[in-house]
């Protein structure tokens, strides 16, 4: 069973950074890619970011430019670094890993991110 694990998560002021990780112990990094997304209270879950398993990283236009996506296969860990952070930021931050033959999706059970004005 694959769980992903995120931690990093907090309350900020805007302008502020945080770095949330993600962590699926002995799979993360052979995975076939990592992805975030976020869901704030009453919206649809959004896509944040995604690295692939070559390293290929993505970003959603509303983070592009603050947000960073990075592994590390040493902690096999993947971090999402964000910057610049704005109220609208504010949501339940979650990792999908995808992983095996079929590139399965294992969904963390999120961490918060609060960005106040």
């Known amino acids: 069973q694959v769980v992903p694990v995120e931690s990093g998560g907090g309350s900020v002021q805007a302008g502020g950074s945080l770095t949330l990780s993600c962590t699926a112990p002995?799979?993360?990094?052979?995975?076939?890619?990592v992805d975030w997304y976020r869901q704030a209270p009453g919206e649809q879950r959004e896509w944040v970011s995604s690295?692939?398993?070559?390293?290929?990283?993505s970003y959603a236009d509303s983070v592009k430019g603050r947000f960073t996506i990075s592994i590390d296969k040493i902690r096999d860990t993947v971090a999402l670094l964000m910057n610049s952070l704005k109220p609208e930021d504010t949501a339940r931050y979650s990792c999908?890993?995808?992983?095996?033959?079929?590139?399965?999706?294992?969904w963390g059970q999120g961490t918060q991110v609060t960005v106040s004005p």
């Open positions: 002995g799979r993360t990094s052979k995975s076939c890619g």
């Open positions: 999908r890993v995808r992983y095996g033959v079929r590139c399965t999706s294992y």
């Open positions: 690295i692939s398993d070559a390293g290929t990283t």
